[in-house]
């Protein structure tokens, strides 16, 4: 270490990549966290048998939006790429179908995983509710990351 680094405080090196990938997927887990145990408290529709249970629910779920989103991006990149009309259609109706056809991907996942520890019930066999969790979840993870962009 740098006689110049020694009376800062860690917190004060400036975090490299996989630092920066760290933090914010751990912020994201803990947002997705709090936001379903928020669910879990004031919904009778969303039951999770323990805390512990919903610290790997939340992991999951965040794991399942990532490859979502990287699916949807990918899928779009090649569309985006093309010309024409047609093209542009196929890029909206494909993004569509892909983030609205993985929450039933992610629920039966989560069904697959955690069975009935983890229950979404209500309108359509809890498909509604896991729409309304999962949009929560990426609203606090979008207000949060604009704090954090606005703090400097």
Same mark, same amino acid.
């Given at each position: =270490? +740098?006689?110049? #680094?020694?009376l800062q405080?860690?917190?004060a090196?400036i975090p490299?990549?996989?630092?920066?990938? *760290?933090l914010?997927?751990l @912020?994201?887990i803990?947002? &997705?966290?709090v936001?379903?145990?928020l669910?879990? #408290?004031y919904?009778p529709?969303?039951?999770? &048998?323990s805390y512990t249970i919903s610290? *790997?629910?939340?992991?999951?779920?965040?794991?399942?939006l990532?490859?979502?989103? $990287?699916v949807?991006? +990918?899928?779009?990149?090649?569309f985006?790429?093309k010309?024409?009309?047609?093209? $542009?259609? =196929?890029?909206?109706?494909?993004?569509w179908? $892909?983030? *609205?056809g993985s929450?039933f991907? !992610?629920l039966?996942?989560? &069904?697959?995983?955690?069975?009935?520890?983890?229950v979404f019930a209500?309108?359509f066999?809890?498909v @509604? /509710? !896991?729409i309304a969790v999962? !949009?929560? =979840? /990426?609203?606090a993870?979008e207000f949060?990351?604009r704090?954090?962009r606005?703090l400097?």
């Open positions: =270490m +740098k006689n110049n #680094e020694t405080p860690a917190l090196l490299n990549s996989r630092q920066k990938w *760290f914010r997927y @912020v994201a803990l947002v &997705d966290l936001v379903l145990n669910y879990v #408290e919904s529709h969303v039951i999770i &048998d610290i *790997f629910a939340a992991i999951l779920l965040q794991v399942l990532q490859l979502t989103l $990287i949807e991006h +990918k899928v779009a990149a090649y985006k790429a010309e024409g009309t047609l093209a $542009i259609v =196929m890029r909206w109706f494909s993004a179908l $892909i983030l *609205f929450k991907v !992610i039966w996942a989560v &069904d697959f995983v955690f069975g009935n520890h983890v209500g309108p066999h809890g @509604v /509710l !896991i999962l !949009i929560t =979840m /990426l609203a993870e949060f990351v704090v954090y606005r400097g």
